[in-house]
């Protein structure tokens, strides 16, 4: 048979591939949903506005689209609900760092100047990542693009507020919240990272009001000492028994405070006695609350001190004044020691900067009554988490939670519907007309009301986002077809701050729960399982891993911004070591197959790129494939269906693998396992179509004088398993399975072609084509050559030597199995023919021990002994060598006591590898001296 050259081209050009066909899917409407039964649903996790796409947006989104890409192939109408968060934080510091470059503030412009400057940076610069997302391939209903605050998600957030405050459920309040002094805004428990710190405890003395020795305190915060209202010690404390209920006097203030008795003071804790300033500490305020002490704020806004301490403190800085506080006492001799103390510091998740408890007027849901449903739902099976482990975190913070402070000092966001009249009265609504219409009737004439200034928590409109977009509080086709959506993917560090709160908000609105499934993803490290960071030099950005960066742009990338110029040298240096070329392109395909792969379920993911190097490799194995099968079957006979053709044992073979596929493929999808679907799909493809049933047709497809009806019937095999295997693979490998799709699918005439593969029809299972007898059958054909290529490689015989292979097995087994195999066997594994042993195997001869035949490989003239056995025992030496190295190195104590435990690691993992290829290499020279002595 004639081979032709196929209309595939020779190499796979994936960036090519990928802009043509994403531009093509886009503007034919693949990606609109259309709000009818069956449906489903997915809620993209709304990246800020300011963001850009990193690594863990690849893996999230990765897996959100394979499920879309699916489902949708499942003749599901699907929606993956994509857009933007307004960030309301993080996109005011971007627009006033702008202002700042310029010299201005948001004060210089007002408020109104400030927003409408925001609203034109988001136009211009905002949502650069949602055209990111493009580039993976992201298949979501880009007509239905929604931000947060848009004039109908912003409806939502205003009949939400006005509904839970007529309920009771928000309420506005004066209370203790995390401050920060950069920002000039409440921050919410979770917008707080506490980290160990080195710090200082200093030891004060505190003199008794009565007269007597002082009173010594130890604080690690000697600045607050002047919103003391209080000295606290242990209950059974015996030292200070005698003291409680007698006063002390207020170091640089002179008032008077009492002597308390708290359970919560730890006695082992600096002196045991410890100072209580309510208004500046979670922890005293609820003391403080116990035993009704004053609350004295001493602090600004801007964290410096106000007009309540002593004049010569009023306006420092907090840390200003925490110096000049300590050298005062000191020179009153009242600082009786100062000690090194590591401490937990808070810090701003935004502004890095350390927030402080203040005392203030907010805005808070009281969510202790949302969330007992929000529990019964994970309770009762309603709500699922994937991993299960999840839903005790979960649990664990719901049974605890405490109410939510929603109110944000800043400009850019959804301002709080509330209006004060001239007494305070609060008027929540709507809108301003409204609320003017309500203090009419209130005041009974016609009165000037002021809205509230603050905005409310980003999370809060988040928050709504499952019903929110879907066209709530309007019952609209979308909320009818698509709410409860199906699958949250989202990460663990958003548990709390958005599942949770969803949750709450989904059940009290609607009266169903969001989602049904919560799928949480763990976190993507580097390939040491070190987390991604500028400081570290390590991040990865997907882009340039689909479209390739030269070295000096990547190394220009990740060192800009960065202050210390000997941080930056060091990650230059490392960068310009791992990549002396730069990064190469490997396709959008390669990076999710590879994310894919690497969804284990499990907290950390240790991205590779070795691994997505072999990927790519098996992008371009696909590619050569295809090609293979289009120059075998374009422009031939290939048939009309599966029935009536004389199919050989290897065509039986591949179709009952491919329906196990199908099913594989089937239950990891369920399950969310798609590292499962991508092994399956991996092993099927390479292993089993490619390096077995590719092989095995050419003889059939390349002799002249073959049977045309079998080679029709191969023909029609391989058509039909690339073209199903293609649409399986295509919801992890969009761009690669398209093109080759549009080029195989026209020969198969069974499916219709136009359009596009994802408009195709999902694979479904065959039993018919389930054929036991024929998997068990090349079954043993790949354990016969599996024993041949261990036997050479064992041996050093070069694999295209060919050899002769004597066989001892079961007479009829011989003749009835292995005699109609052997078409399949010997080109594979190289033989130049077999024969059936009879009696005693000859001396000097390679064995392999099957269940059913015994295999032997007689070596003489094959393998010179001398010289192979030379060869193994260099090698041995080499790697004692090798052994004694690593060894020294991990008996040495400096070593270990001053290289990192990932360095150590390694080591550990070199001494494993050497001392097992040592051993399988003497092994090996054990067994030719064995032959030798045996011949």
């Known amino acids: 048979m004639s081979m032709t050259e196929p209309s595939l081209p020779k190499a796979y050009d994936p960036v090519g591939v990928e802009r043509r066909w994403y531009a093509q899917w886009e503007s034919s409407g693949y990606f609109a949903a259309q709000p009818a039964r069956p449906a489903y649903c997915i809620m993209i996790p709304p990246p800020n506005v300011t963001g850009t796409l990193h ?142 710190e080195e710090g200082f405890l200093w030891h004060l003395r505190y003199p008794l009001a009565d007269g007597g020795a002082p009173l010594i305190v130890a604080t690690t915060r000697p600045e607050t000492l002047l919103g003391d209202t209080a000295v606290a010690v242990h209950p059974d404390d015996e030292r200070y028994q005698h003291l409680i209920g007698r006063e002390v006097i207020l170091p640089l203030v002179g008032r008077h405070i009492p002597v308390i008795a708290d359970e919560s003071v730890k006695p082992d804790f600096g002196s045991g006695c410890v100072k209580i300033t309510p208004a500046h500490d979670f922890n005293d305020h609820e003391v403080g609350k116990r035993h009704q002490l004053p609350q004295i704020n001493i602090f600004t806004a801007h964290a410096t001190l106000n007009d309540t301490v002593p004049l010569p403190y009023r306006g420092l800085d907090r840390y200003v004044a925490r110096q000049r506080i300590v050298a005062d006492l000191e020179a009153q001799g009242l600082l009786d020691k100062v000690v090194p103390h590591r401490l937990m510091i808070p810090r701003g998740d935004r502004s890095k900067a350390v927030v402080e408890p203040f005392l203030t007027d907010q805005w808070f849901v009281r969510v202790a009554p949302l969330a007992e449903e929000a529990i019964r739902v994970v309770e009762d099976g309603r709500v699922s988490f994937v991993p299960e482990s999840w839903q005790k975190t979960y649990f664990e913070w719901m049974h605890h939670i405490q109410d939510w402070c929603i109110s944000r000092q800043i400009w850019w966001g959804h301002r709080i519907p509330a209006w004060y009249g001239p007494d305070g009265h609060i008027f929540v609504c709507h809108d301003a007309e409204t609320a003017q219409q309500q203090a009419r009737n209130h005041y009974g004439r016609e009165t000037v009301l002021t809205q509230d200034p603050d905005v409310l928590d980003t999370w809060f409109s988040s928050a709504l986002w499952p019903f929110s977009t879907l066209g709530w509080p309007d019952q609209t086709p979308e909320l009818t077809a698509f709410y409860p959506t199906d699958v949250l993917v989202t990460g663990f560090d958003i548990l709390f701050f958005w599942v949770a709160r969803m949750i709450m908000m989904g059940l009290k609105f609607t009266g169903q729960v969001p989602f049904r499934t919560v799928y949480i993803t763990g976190l993507v490290r580097d390939g040491e399982g070190h987390k991604m960071s500028k400081s570290k030099g390590n991040v990865l950005d997907p882009l340039d891993l689909i479209d390739g960066i030269d070295l000096e742009s990547l190394v220009q990338k990740r060192t800009r911004d960065l202050l210390q110029p000997q941080l930056a040298a060091r990650i230059e240096a490392a960068t310009r070591k791992e990549f002396p070329q730069g990064i190469p392109a490997f396709g959008t395909d390669a990076l999710r197959f590879t994310m894919a792969s690497l969804a284990t379920q499990g907290r950390d993911i240790k991205f590779d790129l070795g691994r997505m190097e072999g990927y790519r490799n098996f992008c371009n194995k696909l590619w050569n494939a295809a090609r293979f099968v289009l120059m075998n079957t374009e422009g031939q006979a290939c048939g009309q269906t599966l029935q009536g053709l004389p199919y050989t044992v290897a065509d039986h073979w591949i179709l009952s693998r491919l329906q196990r596929t199908i099913l594989g493929v089937d239950g990891a999808f369920a399950k969310y396992r798609f590292d499962e679907a991508a092994t399956t799909l991996y092993h099927f493809l390479w292993g089993d179509f490619c390096d077995w049933y590719l092989e095995w047709v050419k003889p059939i497809l390349y002799n002249p004088e073959g049977r045309e009806e079998e080679q029709v019937a191969t023909r029609r095999t391989m058509l039909q398993v690339l073209e199903t295997a293609l649409r399986l693979l295509h919801p992890l490998m969009p761009f690669i399975t398209e093109e080759l799709w549009q080029k195989v699918v026209p020969w198969t005439r069974t499916i219709q072609s136009e359009g596009s593969i994802m408009q195709a029809p999902w694979p479904q299972v065959e039993e018919n084509l389930l054929d036991p007898q024929a998997e068990e059958r090349i079954h043993f054909v790949q354990e016969v050559v599996g024993a041949v290529r261990t036997m050479r490689s064992e041996m050093g015989i070069p694999p295209g030597q060919k050899l002769t292979l004597l066989v001892a097995g079961d007479a009829d087994f011989l003749r009835e199995v292995f005699a109609r195999l052997q078409g399949m066997i010997l080109p594979l594994a190289r033989l130049s023919g077999w024969q059936p042993l009879l009696g005693e195997a000859p001396t000097g001869c390679a064995t392999a021990v099957l269940p059913q035949v015994s295999l032997f490989i007689p070596l003489q003239g094959v393998i010179d002994w001398e010289a192979e056995s030379a060869r193994l025992l260099k090698e041995i030496t080499r790697l004692d060598s090798e052994l004694e190295r690593v060894r020294g190195k991990l008996a040495n104590p400096a070593f270990l006591a001053h290289a990192k435990a990932d360095v150590v690691q390694k080591e550990q993992q070199k001494e494993r590898e050497f001392q097992e290829k040592r051993q399988g290499i003497h092994e090996a020279w054990q067994r030719i001296q064995a032959i030798r002595r045996a011949s």
């Open 55 to 196: 690594m863990g947006h690849a893996f999230q989104d990765t897996l959100m689209d394979a499920l879309i890409r699916q489902r949708r192939m499942r003749g599901e109408h699907t929606l993956w609900q994509t857009g933007t968060d307004h960030a309301g934080i993080a996109t005011q510091m971007v627009v006033e760092r702008q202002l700042a470059n310029e010299g201005k503030t948001r004060q210089d412009l007002g408020r109104d100047a400030f927003l409408e400057r925001v609203w034109q940076w988001k136009a211009q610069s905002g949502g650069t990542i949602v055209h990111q997302l493009r580039r993976l391939g992201a298949s979501c209903d880009w007509t239905r693009e929604a931000f947060t605050m848009d004039a109908h998600l912003s409806r939502a957030v205003r009949e939400v507020f006005v509904r839970l405050y007529g309920e009771g459920l928000i309420y506005r309040g004066t209370r203790l919240v995390n401050w920060d002094p950069v920002l000039h805004t409440a921050v919410s428990d979770l917008e707080v990272v506490s980290e160990e």
